[in-house]
């Protein structure tokens, strides 16, 4: 399992934005590159879903939901994954979680709230 921490997550006014971070501090560099890292968003009684993707190689997917106004990134050398969520919309409430893939195994880091009033 990876250690993950999230952070950036609150409550902000529709139409405003957000930046999520997820730090892996316990990974070397060389181990953080190959990994796959996403984003998802649960909401109560319902499934994690898949928000944004960015592979070892750093190409990007997202849900339908949030294109244009979202994007995913990372910095391979603060071992960081990145969030960026322009544009709130009240149904983007959630809590977040990073998650990261590797070889057939996903950690998970303990999520961090997002709240957009409707």
């Known amino acids: 399992q990876v250690h993950l921490v999230e952070s950036g997550g609150g409550l902000v006014q529709a139409g405003g934005s957000l930046r999520l971070s997820c730090a892996a501090p316990?990974?070397?560099?060389?181990?953080?590159?190959?990994?796959?890292w996403g984003w998802y968003r649960q909401i109560p009684e319902k499934e994690r879903d898949l928000v944004a993707v960015?592979?070892?190689?750093?190409?990007?997917n997202y849900a339908d939901s949030v294109k244009g106004r979202f994007t995913i990134s990372k910095d391979n050398s603060r071992k960081r994954v990145y969030l960026q969520m322009n544009n709130l919309k009240p149904e983007d409430t959630g809590v977040y979680y990073c998650?990261?893939?590797?070889?057939?195994?996903?950690?998970w880091g303990q999520g961090t709230q997002v709240t957009v009033p409707s």
């Open positions: 998650a990261a893939d590797r070889g057939g195994t996903r950690s």
């Open positions: 316990r990974l070397i560099t060389s181990t953080f590159i190959g990994f796959t």
């Open positions: 960015i592979s070892a190689s750093g190409s990007t």
